[in-house]
């Protein structure tokens, strides 16, 4: 598709016209400050030493701890952008601004819309923002819930059923977009001395630099916002200051 010829023409393709860049397929872990150890994708494992290291693993789908969602085909943001298919009843648990881009694409696209806010909309913010979003969304036809939880989902017949604080709700399809967490948990970084806030984020300081004198972190993964043109710009000066 056109995402996989984008990805490739930007950066897959520079890694295989820079004969300097070695790519290693696999999991990475630190064993020290210096040195890596990967397990390979084709099987076997390699040990990588290294005078300076860039973490740039980014960030996943936080899933809430709702009694029986592991055990139903509810969509993060990455099935929503891939579906081929727009769902008549489209449920979205989450707020986030990624929650409510989708929320009204689909919308726009045909499905009903409701979605569940655990306080309100871009409730952080001026208030008035969030107020000014959910009189449009309701405009549009989004049935906007607010204060409103899910303590447990399930899926049968192709339909999935939520009881939340307010009643239950049926939908086609569950979107659940409640934020990101830092893909961090499995690099044992404490290992190198790198130190993560309470959120699994790497804290760096303004040359994105970590707590590890030679290790430097850019992106999702670290306690910066996470938005596409602060990862760049933070990947450029990690490079320049590394």
Same mark, same amino acid.
């Given at each position: ?133 959910? #009189? ?6 989004? *049935?906007?819930?607010? /204060?409103? +939880?899910?303590?447990? =989902?399930?899926? @049968?017949? &192709? ?52 707590? #590890? ?6 992106? *999702?993964?670290?306690? /910066?916002? +996470?938005?596409?043109? =602060?990862?760049? @710009?933070? &990947? ?7």
């Amino acid at each position: 598709g056109l995402v996989d010829e984008l990805r490739h023409a930007k950066y897959e393709g520079i890694l295989e016209s820079t004969p300097a860049i070695t790519v290693l397929r696999g999991t990475a872990r630190f064993q020290d400050g210096h040195t890596l150890s990967v397990e390979l994708v084709e099987g076997g494992g390699r040990e990588v030493a290294f005078d300076r290291c860039l973490i740039a693993t980014g960030a996943g789908a936080a899933v809430p701890p709702i009694r029986g969602l592991q055990d139903t085909p509810y969509w993060t943001s990455e099935e929503a952008l891939a579906s081929a298919s727009i769902p008549q009843r489209l449920a979205v648990i989450g707020s986030s601004v990624v929650a409510l881009e989708l929320a009204q694409a689909f919308a726009r696209l045909g499905s009903r819309v409701t979605i569940l806010a655990r306080n309100s909309l871009f409730f952080r913010e001026d208030p008035a923002i969030g107020e000014a979003l959910t #009189a449009a969304f309701r405009m549009e036809g989004i *049935d906007v819930l607010e /204060q409103t +939880q899910a303590s447990q =989902v399930t899926h @049968a017949n &192709g339909e999935f059923v939520l009881t939340t604080n307010h009643g239950e709700l049926r939908a086609d399809q569950l979107f659940v977009a409640t934020g990101r967490t830092p893909n961090t948990q499995s690099l044992n970084l404490e290992a190198a001395g790198v130190l993560l806030d309470e959120r699994g984020a790497i804290q760096i300081d303004q040359g994105m630099r970590s707590s #590890a004198v030679d290790i430097y972190a850019a992106g *999702d993964c670290t306690n /910066q916002p +996470q938005f596409v043109y =602060v990862a760049a @710009a933070a &990947g450029t000066r990690a490079a320049i200051n590394m």
